[in-house]
């Protein structure tokens, strides 16, 4: 299953992104059934899970982003999305969404003044 991510960009410090990830080819049950996350990827680091969205709507957050990020989804939609506010420049990295073993193709976000 293709996973299409997406809003990505160059922000300064204190600004804001949206990411977005749809999964068009998902079985709308199986999208509304499995856990969603975002993970991120920083230069010279590892892989680490930002963000998590169980099927019961219940979320989990890495602590260095508690209170700044928001997961979200749109079951409908088949849509998971992660509201990034307040950037620092550590939140630089390769962003990617994972839904049911599919991993999106990562979305690039770079925080810089």
């Known amino acids: 299953v293709q996973l299409q991510a997406s809003g990505g960009g160059l922000v300064q410090p204190g600004g804001s992104l949206r990411l977005s990830c749809a999964a068009p080819g998902m079985i709308t049950s199986t999208f509304w059934g499995v856990a969603k996350a975002w993970y991120r990827q920083a230069p010279g680091k590892q892989r680490e899970l930002v963000a998590h969205i169980g099927s019961d709507g219940n979320t989990i957050y890495a602590d260095s982003v508690k209170g700044r990020f928001a997961i979200s989804r749109d079951n409908s939609r088949k849509k998971i999305y992660l509201q990034m506010n307040s950037l620092k420049p550590e939140d630089t990295g390769v962003y990617c969404c994972?839904?049911?073993?599919?991993w999106g193709q990562g979305t690039q976000v770079t925080v810089s003044s």
């Open positions: 994972f839904l049911a073993d599919n």
